[in-house]
């Protein structure tokens, strides 16, 4: 098993940027969220530690959210069944070895301060969660005060009325005492316009410095990403974790090296990462898509790409996942690469990619046998669409390939969380 060398902070800043797609029009929400809460920490005097896990919490806290109208309710000051997204997000931090002790944290993060002091949690826990819920209504507030555009400042008044409203009940007392302190100058506001935040998460990030992770950790924080891909529909619950496995077994089959395996692995775990941009209901549509619905939906192996390549160390990882609707006769998208232009791990993803979306039930079709799957990506290989001969390999191995797409070959894989995510109530 490889070690790869990741700036961890890097890992979770570019995956994050995958959480923003789902809001569609609220971008940068758990980044205003974690500067917000870090500006108060600071104040406060929190440790390092502290803060750091602080950050990455805030970053991650709405991790629970891959549906559009989910997330659509997340703009509410308070809604019905607003702690089911906590409950998910931190099941899927709990599995994440790099990241499982923010759970705790994520889960209480909309949680009452008046009901967190009756709780039998670590302070620390319970003023983090605090602080992240402080700043995530303050965040959704300054959303509601810019619906016509207007300059950030003028909604900052009702904004602090409200939070002072809530502070005992809500909020933590001292918490709302740090936040009035910090957000008294108008720089404090300006800076969560998005050129500005990014700014002060890519400072957070210049403080950590590569180190070594395991393929098995590394793993796993890229699996919590997918998952929250494929909950965005019951029809693509199982389907990241099916073309990571097949497209895995085919690498083997080439006896390519146990890194790239990994690669192929992980790239296979993250290619449509920029789905989360997608409306839930053009996934779960039964019909063909309009030509603007579908011009929608092919953006989203760019935005795959433009997400995972400023993670150092998986560049090739971001390549493969990017160009998995590429096609060897240059007909694909986004970028009409040949085949002299594609890897053959790129091939290996983009075959993986079909074999799985066609043994899976669909809206507009069941789950296909594997004979009638083989015989659709044989025409596609004769007709210049994938590569032929990674095609007769599938042939050649058949029964294992369905089975490996069907996640009946791996030793990671597990239903539960993509299940506790999809099946959330709406």
């Not at 758990?30 to 920490?41: F, I």
């Not at 809500?170 to 957000?183: I, M």
């Not at 924080?221 to 029809?235: E, G, N, P, R």
């Not at 294992?400 to 709406?426: F, G, H, I, V």
Request: aromatic fraction near 8%.
């Amino acid at each position: 098993m490889s070690t790869y060398q990741i700036n961890l902070h890097q890992a979770v800043y570019s995956l994050s940027d995958a959480l923003d797609l789902v809001g569609v029009t609220h971008i940068h929400h758990g980044k205003r969220v974690a500067y917000m809460a870090a500006e108060c920490a600071k104040l406060l005097g929190w440790h390092k530690h502290q803060l750091d896990d602080l950050f990455q919490a805030g970053i991650l806290h709405d991790s629970g959210v891959s549906k559009t109208y989910i997330h659509s309710r997340l703009t509410q000051f308070e809604w019905e069944n607003e702690m089911e997204h906590c409950e998910a997000g931190a099941a899927l931090l709990a599995s994440t070895p790099l990241l499982s002790k923010l759970s705790d944290i994520v889960r209480y993060h909309h949680t009452h301060w008046s009901v967190l002091q009756k709780l039998d949690l670590p302070e620390q826990v319970k003023l983090s969660a605090n602080c992240i819920y402080l700043a995530d209504r303050v965040d959704i507030l300054t959303l509601a005060s810019l619906k016509d555009q207007s300059n950030i400042l003028l909604g900052r008044d009702e904004t602090l009325r409200l939070i002072i409203e809530k502070s005992g009940d809500w909020f933590c007392p001292q918490l709302v005492e740090a936040f009035l302190e910090v957000s008294q100058s108008e720089a404090f506001w300006f800076r969560l316009e998005s050129e500005h935040v990014n700014g002060y998460t890519s400072t957070w990030m210049s403080h950590e410095h590569r180190r070594e992770i395991s393929f098995h950790e590394l793993r796993g924080l890229i699996h919590l990403f997918s998952v929250i891909v494929d909950a965005k529909s019951t029809y693509t619950r199982e389907h990241s974790d099916g073309v990571a496995n097949l497209a895995r077994y085919l690498g083997e089959l080439y006896q390519l090296s146990e890194r790239n395996c990994e690669m192929l692995e992980m790239a296979g775990l993250l290619h449509d990462l920029g789905k989360l941009r997608v409306p839930d209901e053009y996934l779960e549509k039964a019909q063909r898509l309009t030509p603007e619905e579908y011009a929608i939906v092919q953006r989203h192996s760019f935005d795959t790409f433009n997400i995972l390549k400023n993670i150092h160390g998986l560049q090739e990882v971001a390549l493969w996942a990017g160009q998995h609707h590429e096609r060897v006769d240059g007909s694909g998208y986004p970028y009409h690469l040949e085949k002299k232009h594609l890897s053959l791990e790129a091939r290996i993803i983009a075959v993986a990619d079909v074999f799985q979306a066609l043994a899976q039930k669909r809206p507009y079709r069941d789950a296909l046998p594997p004979e009638q799957v083989l015989t659709i990506i044989k025409e596609q290989a004769t007709s210049g669409k994938l590569d032929s001969d990674i095609v007769d390999c599938v042939e050649r191995h058949l029964q294992s390939c369905w089975e490996a797409a069907l996640n009946k070959r791996s030793p990671y894989y597990t239903s539960s969380l993509a299940q506790s995510l999809a099946d959330s109530p709406e």
